[in-house]
């Protein structure tokens, strides 16, 4: 292994310059791996691809897609990544690798899965469209619009710990409200479940997300199971059953970390017989843009298409209708406005919301103290782990608050909700969501006193 690395060191060293801003590769990355379309969605995926010089003319749309995008470490960061690369094995599971807090985030995963709530405008009066192929592109459109929202360059949110939860509200210009809590419902494997709901809407969106890791050699792959869903309660719970693509961080050695969506993703819609299939380009060495998706609206069973979709996922997004040479704008993200959500104040959650549990290492990533930021994450980790011990010594099983665990699926646990009467909806899963949790099992072993749920 260490006449690999040693090959490997100098021929990186024959083929590398050294720039202002950090190293520059000077031939293609041959050994950039090959992703399989049929993977899903995962929130970060750490690559160690080398980042290219492109020759090719940018319009000034991509340029600036490429700065929102990328990152240049300082010499300090880049030691450590490379200490941290040092440690890996072929396969290894990345899950239980601890990333440096300079890649981090300053959220919670479990908050980052509201990204996909922030235009609500796109989806909230869908329910009461007639024509199912209008309600299908206006889902389509809703999804697509969820991926702009990212911190600039490249950032991995929070590992969510077990039994972690975050929730929220929103209150619509309408007089209508919607209700959010994620809670992480497995550590080992990762598995956050989320649901989301607006009664006054006849709308619902849940699902888990389950990011699945693994070291490649000169990258890696993160490979997500799980499923999203969208519900039309008054549609006889019409359902759309949505497949993410993958999340590319390239660069996270050598050059400019780039942040990229590529591979395959669909929509689809079983009782309507419809499905829309899309591709999220990378991009290529000598051409393309960044952040390119084009996709394809079809009927399900018999093949036919409908509609045709491309554009840039961080810029406009145009549909036109098969074979024809006009196209509309579907989405603009440079007028799209972002809806807020309410969060309870960090004094009146509860140990265990994302907000409190990870505030001091938020802090301290934002004042840019990462050492500090290091040892809170450390202490945070280290008391999941005394906690999980000892609840085995004390036999207690650890069961989710929110959702039912049903098989290898992860039910919302508030069941016989009444959307028929969406007053009395609101009242039910407000209440369930946002009451004050009571104090559960707890063992002396606990360092910091917190219950098992």
Known sequence: HLSIVCLAYGWIRRYLIIGRNGWSFLARDLS????????????????????????????????????????????DSKSILLALIGQLRMGMDLHRVTLP??????????????DFMVHPDLLMTVHKIEDPVQRFVDVVRYYLSGWHIKPKGVKK????????LFRCRYNYSDGTQAFYVSEQVSHHPPISAYYFASPENQTIIAGDLRPKSRFLGNSAATLMQGASHIIFTNRDNERYDIVMPNVYARGILFGTMTLELGDNSTVRCERSDLICELEFKTKGFFSGAYNSVFGKIKRESTGEVLYELSGRWTDVLYIKMHRASNKNVLFDVNTAQIHPKIVSPEAEQEPNESRRLWSKVTTAIRERDMEGATNEKTRIEDNQRNETRARE??????????????????????????????????????????????????SPTSSHGSSFR
């Open 32 to 75: 950039r791996p090959i992703c399989n379309p049929s993977l899903l969605f995962s929130p970060f995926l750490i690559t160690t691809t080398i980042t290219i010089a492109n020759p090719t003319k940018t319009t000034m749309a991509e340029k600036a897609d490429s700065a929102d995008c990328t990152e240049v470490l300082e010499d």
């Open 101 to 114: 807090t300079f890649v981090l985030e300053p959220r919670s995963m479990l908050e980052r899965i509201t």
């Open 157 to 164: 949110p929070y590992n969510p710990i077990l039994g972690e």
């Open 393 to 442: 010594q004390e036999g207690v099983e650890w069961k989710p608050r929110y959702f039912d665990i049903v098989n290898d699926d992860f039910p919302f646990k508030l069941a016989n909700i009444s959307f028929t009467d969406p007053k009395a909806a609101k009242n039910q899963i407000e209440n369930f969501i946002f009451s004050k949790h009571e104090e559960g099992f707890q």
